[in-house]
């Protein structure tokens, strides 16, 4: 039962030895990833989180296929990457919708990419109902609000059904509000599709709203610092005491968690 | 009322250069034409002018496109009044320089086909020349764009000569190609070429790499990065490069057109001023104007039809 189980599950993630290194401008090199080592169980959520130069989005884009490694590898059920594949979709930042395309074909562009449209049409149709946005199906993206784009642009990722979905700050041009309702959309879609998700934020409530795992990085040398597996139920409360204690716990290691100062008297 | 005096005003204009086509006598410095030409066009744009106003009131887009263009035309009306005065009327210009409308009028109505012509061979060379630059400046750009080799080997010839205005190619297209026919071709279709190349080959380097990441991701192949994402993506630009290509081509055209070729707008221009026939130059130059402006009509409306999605991103 177990072993068939794991058989079914796809887009286990082992990352070894990985090491990246840049030269920049000035000639020098720079470390952006120090021996990371990793290893992602399929069908989990993942969260990197850390300051600005800890190397996690370097480290999204190696599992992507789009920067290859300058030693270690990242191998996705057992297969070195060395390229970007569909069985790993990519949400950027910015929702990137072909502005010359419609919302439909901007969905549809990855069948139409591998020449499998025709047989999975009702796919697409599926994927704009999920992710909300029937009626729109003939609409530009101009036309559309931030956060209907990125809907979208996660549609478009998604609807190649690929084992692993990789999120760089999907959420991050997005307004506070519009950011809360979706996550609670890509929770809905990692519960029903059972995609492997990695994803790389700045917010650490959102982290741990939607994680299994959250990675903890450092930056200066760039490192992996802490694992934490985040033992809550889903759904999640933003207020509820664990979650609370997990935030604070996650901060501290940030050192991020900030301090009251001492009064010299008290009266 | 307001509204449907502006929807009469072309008509006004034309009421007041036709009143002071009648009411005051030309100068007798004038050469007399054969037939009073000018009054022909005038009752033609009377009647014109007056049936628009009326069925404007029983076409409802057309009343609020009318209502907008209107006092434009009423104004056009005057102008031409105006240059009557100084020129028909009075001679304040010297006359055989400046003719008045009776003898440019005359060359169309009496050399009509000799300008239908002329008309139809610009319009050969400058379509053959048109699509062969544009087409070979695209398969040029493409390559520019997404080949660092080609870009490497061919780009500094295409810098060196491209900016070089085509028309000095005329004396050696002229020994090279067996007509001057095709030489003229050769020069419209170099002038396009260049503009064409280097907005395509710019347009696809600029594309936000973002773009070919996402296609690559999503599992795309080469040649779907270039035909299916940079391609479409440069299509802005690209057509950008076609506009400034279609008047480097008029240019070239005319100029072109000046060497040894037997029909043609700009040799019907220059072979009326050897004549000193300075009617014919601006029957020429009318006929000029117009067909500029349709041709980038034409081009405009087309852009519009593949540029559908630019629509509220982007106009120029």
């Known amino acids: 039962m177990v072993t068939e189980n794991k058989e079914q599950l796809k887009g286990a993630i082992h990352i070894e030895d990985l090491v990246k290194t840049f030269i920049s401008n000035e000639g020098e090199t720079v470390t952006a990833l120090n021996g990371v080592n990793l290893d992602i169980p399929p069908g989990s959520f993942v969260s990197l989180i850390g300051p600005s130069g800890c190397g996690k989005t370097t480290l999204l884009r190696q599992i992507a296929g789009l920067a290859t490694p300058t030693s270690g590898g990242v191998f996705v059920d057992g297969k070195k990457v060395t390229k970007p594949g569909a069985d790993r979709g990519f949400a950027f930042q910015q929702a990137t919708l072909f502005p010359w395309l419609n919302i439909r074909d901007n969905i549809a562009l990855g069948l139409k990419a591998r020449h499998i449209y025709k047989e999975h049409k009702q796919d697409v149709d599926e994927f704009i109902e999920t992710v909300g946005l029937k009626g729109f199906e003939k609409s530009y993206p101009h036309e559309l609000s931030g956060g209907m784009n990125q809907r979208a642009s996660l549609a478009r990722a998604l609807v190649g059904h690929p084992n692993i979905l990789l999120l760089d700050e999907p959420l991050g041009a997005l307004d506070a509000f519009t950011r809360m309702a979706m996550q609670d959309e890509i929770h809905r879609l990692w519960e029903t599709y059972k995609t492997t998700m990695v994803m790389v934020t700045h917010d650490v409530d959102e982290a741990l709203y939607l994680s299994n795992y959250v990675v903890v990085m450092k930056a200066r040398p760039s490192k992996i610092e802490q694992v934490i597996h985040i033992d809550l139920p889903f759904p999640r409360a933003r207020t509820q005491d664990l979650f609370v204690a997990y935030r604070k716990k996650i901060l501290e290691i940030l050192n991020f968690a900030g301090k009251i100062p001492e009064p010299e008297y008290y009266l | ?316």
Not at chain 2, 91 to 116: C, Q, R, S
Not at chain 2, 141 to 149: P, Q
Not at chain 2, 218 to 245: D, H, N
């Open chain 2, 1 to 316: 009322m307001i509204n449907i005096l502006k929807r009469f005003l072309p008509f006004l204009g034309t009421v007041i250069a036709f009143l002071v086509h009648v009411l005051i006598e030309d100068d007798i410095e004038h050469p007399e034409a054969e037939d009073t030409y000018y009054s022909y066009f005038l009752y033609f744009f009377l009647t014109a002018t007056f049936i628009i106003g009326v069925v404007s009131f029983f076409l409802k887009n057309f009343r609020a496109k009318l209502e907008h263009s209107g006092p434009f035309w009423g104004g056009v009306g005057v102008v031409v009044a105006i240059i009557d005065i100084a020129i028909g009327k009075y001679a304040l210009l010297p006359v055989l320089f400046f003719p008045k409308y009776d003898n440019i009028l005359a060359m169309f109505f009496e050399g009509y086909d000799i300008i239908l012509k002329c008309i139809w061979h610009s319009t050969k060379l400058l379509v053959l020349g048109f699509v062969y630059g544009s087409v070979i400046g695209f398969i040029t750009g493409v390559f520019l764009g997404f080949s660092k080799k080609f870009n490497y080997w061919v780009n500094p010839y295409i810098k060196l000569i491209g900016p070089i205005p085509a028309t000095i190619w005329i004396p050696i297209s002229l020994t090279i190609f067996p007509t001057p026919f095709g030489a003229s071709v050769f020069i419209v279709a170099l002038s396009v070429w260049f503009s064409v190349a280097l907005m395509t080959s710019s347009a696809i380097q600029s594309v936000p790499k973002a773009y070919f990441e996402v296609s690559r991701t999503l599992g795309a192949s080469g040649a779907f990065q270039v035909f299916r994402v940079g391609i479409p993506a440069a299509m802005p630009s690209i057509f950008l490069g076609v506009f400034y290509g279609i008047i480097n081509a008029f240019l070239a055209l005319m100029t072109a057109e000046m060497f040894g070729a037997k029909y043609g707008i700009g040799w019907y221009i220059s072979w009326q001023k050897a004549m000193l026939v300075y009617s014919g130059v601006y029957a020429g130059i009318i006929v000029i104007a117009v067909y500029c402006m349709l041709i980038l009509t034409l081009l405009f409306k087309f852009r519009d039809k593949v540029l559908n999605w630019q629509k509220g991103t982007l106009k120029w």
